[in-house]
């Protein structure tokens, strides 16, 4: 790669190579494989960092944010000095500084609003089931988005109807060793035979786009009165808190979460501060 040989010329050490390499890695796995340089705007490349922040599900500390703008910012100009791109695109990125601020999480009074709501939705006039399950499977698993939308009727083992769980799988085969089993609420998987019989999936329980998901738990947050403070990250975070507030181990809380153990250091703190701010309140 042209990039990697031009760093190497200007004496990066492997350490820096290595870390941008990776960094360019989240961008092909966010764009896609196939996505052309010259289409490239400072609104993407803000989208990408946002999404590192708060849509990747795994956590991205101050010190891995200001480098990946640092990869962004060094690369581009590479493009543009090379003549591939006509003008740079990360130039007006911005760096931040101090502390990364908590996440939000919902407390018990608004999850029981949340699933009250989501509930009622099941024996409406006119059934819908999605709501309810979706809450239901984030709030017990605390998946991340992606995890959720690769997700197929098989992947929820119940061989044990008393003890049903959620296999995480992996597309790459290299990840093989990353997927993880998650127990299930006994109830949720009769709401996921009301939901397979209402919308009938070819291939993924969700087949829809995850915006769409998105907009389903913002629209049932809104009419539960909950605000529009519910997502996927929101409702991965409550996950986690809750399950520490209920004692569960630190190692278990990590695997469900599908975290590696640096990435668990930052983690594992802040949901304990978020767990004691909760307490508070």
């Not at 922040?53 to 956590?59: A, F, M």
């Not at 913002?218 to 009419?223: E, F, G, I, N, T």
Request: aromatic share 8%; proline share 5%.
């Amino acid at each position: 790669m042209p990039f990697l040989a031009h760093l190497r010329q200007e004496g990066r050490s492997e350490h820096t190579i290595t870390a941008f390499s990776s960094d360019l890695r989240l961008v092909e796995e966010f764009f896609g494989e196939d996505f052309v340089l010259k289409t490239f705007t400072t609104t993407k490349l803000n989208h990408f960092l946002e999404w590192l922040e708060h849509g990747r599900g795994v956590p991205c500390s101050r010190k891995s944010y200001a480098r990946r703008v640092t990869t962004l910012k060094v690369f581009f100009k590479f493009l543009k000095a090379e003549r591939v791109l006509r003008y740079d695109p990360a130039d007006a990125l911005l760096q931040r500084s101090g502390a990364a601020p908590l996440q939000t999480v919902l407390s018990e009074q608004e999850i029981e609003r949340l699933l009250s709501h989501t509930a009622s939705l099941r024996v409406a006039e006119t059934p819908d089931a999605r709501p309810d399950l979706l809450v239901r499977l984030l709030l017990d698993t605390g998946i991340k988005k992606s995890e959720c939308m690769r997700l197929k009727p098989d992947d929820v083992i119940q061989d044990d109807p008393r003890r049903p769980y959620l296999m995480v799988r992996h597309r790459r085969p290299k990840n093989v060793y990353r997927e993880r089993k998650i127990p299930l609420d006994s109830g949720w998987p009769v709401v996921l035979d009301e939901y397979l019989a209402q919308y009938q999936p070819e291939t993924f329980i969700f087949e829809c786009t995850a915006r769409n998901l998105e907009y389903v738990l913002h629209d049932v947050a809104v009419a539960a009165g909950v605000g529009a403070r519910v997502s996927f990250e929101i409702l991965r975070w409550t996950s986690a808190v809750r399950d520490h507030q209920r004692g569960v181990d630190s190692d278990t809380i990590r695997e469900k979460m599908g975290l590696s153990r640096i990435s668990w250091r930052e983690t594992s703190q802040k949901i304990a501060q978020l767990a004691a701010k909760s307490e508070e309140a």
